[in-house]
């Protein structure tokens, strides 16, 4: 079943207030296996208000709309209905009999804007709202069943739950299909390389849907599946997700809700490693990656951003000469940094970046994006070069994603460590 | 005027992603005046997409598109369009050329989906990409130009600022209102708090608009003054502006494209002293901000992610008995951590924090959420205490920020300093 949402109020168009209701509505929709396939916003105009109900019956089941119920002189959905489709404003009694109880109870006093409330369109069932004065109400308009919530988002969420939900399951009420999505997170390779490669794994049908979406320095592919049978599904998604993990390494680190951070701490604590970082290009965005995740006091020993050559010499023991010769953003320079921060913690690893994250900065040979980036472990010290051709911000954002998937390789293949001091 | 938003995307409808383009785009459109009347999100449908484009015509003067432009089959908004009007896709040879020249400068292979990115619908006109691949382009149909932009939030924010604009303006370029806006940032202060503050000052008329938008951790207020006449508009806005400035201070850090980070560079900069930072809470997120600014190697020395006791004591000299007898959450920690940095590394300002970040870690009497920030300065150290009653990334960027304002206003009320190494 497809579903249409409409949220009504300037405060949405003028962009004041970010509309809590449509989120709570998809997600619920999702849960029951419908589709949420149109949400529209417009302002208290009535206008507007008509013509935006008329866009949704052609192709929606049922449409939610929220907004536009107050008692003041803005609200006006109840009555752009009404007109709209030719239907008679009817006063319900009972409801007026509820109001004035509700207004006379916070003591309020009442007026005849109060009784506007108890007005509805003919043929509309009125809908009881537990938390505030606007009752809400339904009415089918051309195969389109519409229910209207208030805007204020307690009391919309409350009447979703118990009065919306029960009435879609009224029209639809075996949404024999399951839904399951499962999101991969790559890093590393783009959009299209990642469909070319996955293109032979995905049945080209109604039921198996994937989705690209480029979230710098990220790419996530999402996968969803429908099926009847709940067996089914999970086990068509075991089998998708087993290829797919298969020809995405080394670029795949993650699903869902993890992030790279995550999964690389749970390698260092997994390993008992002990990590320490010495950073120049990323200026501390490797550290403050690392520090999101609860618990990284356990495997960060420490960081340092060496931003001047003279931080660099004294706290990594980085040699003069090195920098005087082959300047800071260089391979040895990273080498000696990622060395000398492994050695000053104590930690089994050490991980530097120096780079030149621009606009100005470049040199010959070296352009701005120009990174290098070292790990220095037990066994060895590992050190790459990369040129990212991008803007300052996302020279560090990109220079950091690499680090921490290098890393992340490293830990990947190396043998089980030893406890971290 | 009247302007419409579509964003096309399952990422939008499925909820997954929250739209960060129309935000940017009623901004812009209110600070020139013109009103933003429908937003619409469907799905990579191509049915959806063609329902939605047919929605806006009848009322919008102009419509701004975003999402469904990439190489990968779920990008079908050009297709949508021609198929909907009618008209041919024609491959655009520049573009087919620009891209070629985009693709291999990242270093990915070339291959035909990439081609399908230099197919606009017949009588579009290609719009430019500064940051990513994908072109936009735009279309009349029915008296309302279409302007279709990618939907990655950094290439449409661009793309909107320096060719969406320019069109709109193009098509009305509202010869009777000069329209000036100004924002204006705040930390440490609620939206409730700058009203009052500010109540008093804004006349309340047709020509001036005020809007509040928190954006954590701050917060901003934006004025919008129309005026027929360029003299009295400048005049009224010199006049708010001083006014608004007196009453929000201390809070009020930066206007329109200012960044605290970039304030407090700027000031470090001319006062010519050096700034080191120590940190523990904020895990490197202090010298990641101050390091986004292009030049800021001339006033940050280095910076020390001091995440272990062993690194407080090595690289801070904070007596271990400190750490012992008070905590390393705690005022001494923080203040000697703040004077270890700034004599080891010989400038004139250290900064420190040491704090909870949690979720857990609290202790009785400290909170998580408790931090501690310090500044070391020729003259002294001051130290302030803070709980910050938040989720673990908001304490750290809440931190964050509360430790930049502390520079801030020592760099507001200090003598001029001497140059720095």
Known sequence: MNIGILTIGDELTSGRIRDLNSPLIIREAAR????VSSILS???????????INYFPDHCRATIVTGGLGATSDDMTTEAMARTWGRQLIRNEQVL??????????????????ARQAQFPEGAEPIPNPVGSAWGFSLTHRDCLFIVLPGVP??????????????????????????????????GISENEIEEKIRALIPHDEMTRIGFYPLFPEVHLVLTIRNANQKQANANLRNFETAITDVLQPHL???????????????????????????????????????????SSEYLERGVVSYSNASKISLLKVPRHILVDHGAVSESAARYMAE????????????????IAGPA??????????????????????????????????????????????????LNTSPPGIGNP
């Open 32 to 35: 029951m296996g419908w589709v």
């Open 42 to 52: 417009v302002g208290d105009e009535i206008s507007a208000i008509q013509r935006a």
């Open 97 to 114: 009999s509820v109001l004035r109880d509700h207004v006379s109870a916070r003591g309020f006093r009442w007026t005849e804007k109060h």
């Open 154 to 187: 307690e009391e919309a969420a409350v009447m979703i739950t118990d009065q919306v939900l029960p009435r879609l399951h009224r029209i639809d009420p075996s949404p024999n299909n399951v839904i399951l999505s499962r999101t991969f997170k790559c890093f």
């Open 253 to 295: 680190f993650g699903r869902d809700h993890e992030t790279l951070e995550g999964v690389v701490g749970n390698m260092l604590r997994q390993k008992r490693l002990g990590l320490a970082v010495a950073e120049s290009c990323t200026g501390g965005l490797i550290t403050d990656r690392l520090t999101d995740v609860a618990g």
């Open 340 to 355: 000398g921060i492994r050695t000053a913690s104590g930690v089994q690893l050490g991980l530097s970046t120096t780079g």
């Open 361 to 410: 900065g470049a040199v010959p040979g070296k352009p701005v994006g120009t990174v290098y980036i070292a790990l220095a472990h037990p066994g060895g010290t590992v050190c790459q070069h990369f040129v990212f051709p991008r803007d300052r911000r996302k020279v560090k954002v990109a220079a950091t994603h690499t680090a921490l998937m290098m890393l992340r390789e490293y």
